[in-house]
Structures are given as C-alpha cells and as structure tokens.
C-alpha cells in the first residue's frame, strides 16, 4: 500500500519561545519582553497554522467515487529504465502473462547493423515476483515490423505477427528464442492474416484468408494453427465468415473469443448500434446508440453505450445465462474497457479531460461487479493498461513510468 508523504510535524524547539526572547534580551527590561511577547506568540501561532496547512495539503484526498488520490507507487520510473536497459521511448506494452508474472513489451531496435539483417523489433519480457521487477529478458524478433503477439495460457509461447500479416515467428518465451515459421512467397499457396490472433483450448487461432500460388483468395474465416505440420498444411480451417460478412457487411467492431463465438457490431442507420453474440445461430443482444468501448471473454461482452434515453453506461452480458450487470450507470464517460480471460474481473477508465488525466475503476463478480477504484490509478497522466488473464493484476504505463498494480 503507498503511503501518502506528508509535511513534517511541526516541532516546538524550532518555534521561538517567550524563554527564549528573554534570555536573548537579558540586557531588556521586563516590559520589553512583555511588549515583545505578543508579536512573539503571533509567530508561533503562525508557523504551526502554516505547518498545519502542508499537513492538510499533503494528505490523499478523497475521490468522488471513493477512491484515495495518493501518489501512485511507480515500479519503474524513466530513470530505473536506463538502470534496467531499457529505452522508456522506444518501449510500449503488449500483454500480460495469465497469472500476472510477467509483462511482454516491445522496443524498437536502434542498432543499424540489428535492422541491416531484418530486425526491427525486440520484446523485452519483465518478470515479477511479489509485485517488484525481478529480471528483464531480451528476445531478437526477425522481422521488419511488429504487428500482434498472442501468448498461450502456460505463458510458455507466444505467436507474433510480422510484416502485414505476412510473417509468423514462434517465439519460446522459456529459452528465449524466436523462429520464423512461416513467411509468404510468391507464387507459393499459404495464408495472410489481419493482424487478429489468439491463444484458445491449446492452440492459436487467427482471422485472414487463404490463397492459391497466384495469390488468389480461396478461404476467408479462422484457421487453427497446427505447429505439428509445416507449410500451408499448418493452416487449418476453423470457421468460414464469408456467410457472416455478407450478411451484415459493415462491422462497427469484431471480436473473437473462440473460433465458434464472436462478438460484432453493427450500424443499419445513424444513431443505433446492433449488438450481436455468435456465428451459428446469431442472436442480437442489445441496441444503442452508440458504442464507446468494448471487450469480450468466454460467453460474455463488456461494452460502453450511449442508450436510447441518452443514458450512459457500462453493462456487461453473459450471452449463455443471459444476466446483465450495470457497472457504470452514473452516467459518466467510461471507456476503454478490460476484461479478465474468466469473463470475473473488469477494469475501466474514466477520462477527465479538463485536467487530462484518467482514473480506473474494476469490479469482481465475486463482490456483484460492484464497481471500486484503483487507488494507485487516479487521476494520472493518460497512459496504457494491461490486464492479467487472471484479473489479479495489472500494468499501467504512462510518462512517469510503469506501474505494476495488485488488484485485491
């Protein structure tokens, strides 16, 4: 817990006294020190209001939510990331471990003789351990760009895309090493993905298409990646969206939890958001009139929406159980929304954009998705959250540094 700094007590042997006045005047008579005595208490009285004043100032205060804005206990500040090795400019986040060990970052390479053999990019892997920052591991990507890395749930592998899409590497994040394994050529069959991948049931899945030797589209949906094989046979279908984009072809967002359940919006005029869960069959869940942000986990979409009374609100639907919860009917402009792989934790962000700062709140289904504040996230310079698999954690990094937060 941080503690919040407060001014020092204000001490009496600092303060001068009506002794001390009469043994620095001893020459004086008694009436100059009575005379003096007045204007001496003034002083005092003075210094221990002024003292008061920085004890009130210094401390927390309170939140209109509750929360408590003390200074938020920054793990790693610009200059620990020069001890550590890290460029804080050239470093951002990419996701966190399911159980909260560790955070996988991304930093663009400044070596030309790294870049003049293709990499671009390297991922620095910062592990934890009770909440401080233990080791920092180092891991070369050869590719030319960066695009989107997804981690499996042991937090043992993650699968990065490269290059538009074109480019695969398996990087073990045990070893610390990276393999290409695969990277389109012309004229050879293969698969391009949209920068849209996932780790689910005990393997990668991503969004893209596949193509013929002359680059001709011949499948368009989801495919497993099966790393038993090698070549274009590591692409296995999953599910054809063809059926789904024809149908309501302009998406407002798309989001993929398993290669048989799928959160979309859609927008059929202005001013109203369809809301649907699903592939087969499709079921429409909710319309608005406008979506803010959105997350999705198993069976379950958190999303930000203006209602059609003008309301806002956080609401968070099972789509198997068909309960609702209301996180955020305060009507305020919540967004930016987080939630746990469980579909139990949700973390959002409440900006405020007259003193450009943001604030998070979370909630557990444990506690009825009762929404509480971050203490350590309030009021802060805007900055990038991730949020453990788990929900037990989360990282936050913004201009003052990175922060490693435990949500209890």
Not at 340 to 345: A, E, P, Q, R, V
Request: aromatic fraction near 10%.
């Amino acid at each position: 817990m941080q503690r919040a700094r407060v001014a020092p007590e204000h001490n009496d042997r600092h303060a001068p006294s009506t002794v001390d006045v009469c043994t620095a005047q001893r020459v004086e008579s008694s009436r100059l020190v009575t005379r003096r005595l007045p204007f001496v208490v003034l002083l005092s009285l003075a210094f221990a209001l002024w003292a008061f004043a920085g004890l009130v100032a210094a401390r927390p205060r309170p939140d209109p939510h509750g929360a408590t804005l003390a200074p938020p206990p920054v793990l790693l500040s610009p200059s620990g990331f020069r001890q550590k090795g890290l460029e804080m400019r050239a470093f951002s986040m990419i996701t966190m471990s399911y159980d909260g060990s560790f955070l996988v970052g991304l930093e663009r390479v400044a070596d030309v003789r790294l870049k003049l053999r293709g990499i671009a990019c390297e991922l620095r892997v910062l592990h934890y351990a009770s909440a401080h920052l233990v080791r920092v591991d180092t891991i070369l990507l050869p590719t030319t760009a960066f695009e989107q890395l997804a981690l499996s749930s042991d937090g043992r592998t993650a699968l990065v895309i490269g290059e538009g899409g074109s480019k695969f590497i398996l990087v073990n994040l045990v070893k610390c090493t990276a393999r290409v394994i695969w990277t389109h050529r012309r004229g050879v069959p293969g698969f391009r993905c949209d920068q849209v991948a996932w780790w689910f049931n005990g393997a990668f899945y991503m969004v893209g298409y596949l193509h013929d030797s002359e680059s001709r589209m011949v499948y368009n949906g989801i495919v497993r990646l099966n790393l038993a094989r090698s070549g274009p046979a590591m692409f296995e279908r999953a599910l054809d969206l063809t059926p789904l984009e024809r149908r309501f072809r302009a998406f407002c967002f798309q989001l993929f939890v398993d290669p048989a359940q799928c959160f979309f919006g859609c927008m059929p005029r202005m001013g109203q958001v369809d809301i649907y869960a699903g592939t087969s069959p499709i079921q429409k869940i909710a319309s608005v009139v406008a979506v803010g942000g959105v997350a999705a986990s198993h069976n379950r979409l958190l999303y930000a929406a203006r209602l059609n009374g003008g309301q806002r609100d956080v609401i968070l639907k099972d789509v198997e159980t068909h309960q609702i919860w209301h996180l955020g009917r305060d009507n305020l402009p919540f967004n930016y929304l987080f939630l746990s792989l469980d579909g139990k934790t949700a973390v959002i962000t409440l900006m405020n954009f007259r003193n450009n700062t943001m604030s998070y709140f979370y909630a557990r289904q444990a506690q009825g998705f009762k929404l509480r504040p971050v203490p350590a996230l309030q009021n802060v310079r805007p900055g990038t959250l991730r949020l453990a698999g788990n929900g037990s954690a989360c990282t936050f990094f913004n201009p003052d540094g990175l922060l490693y937060v435990r949500l209890r």
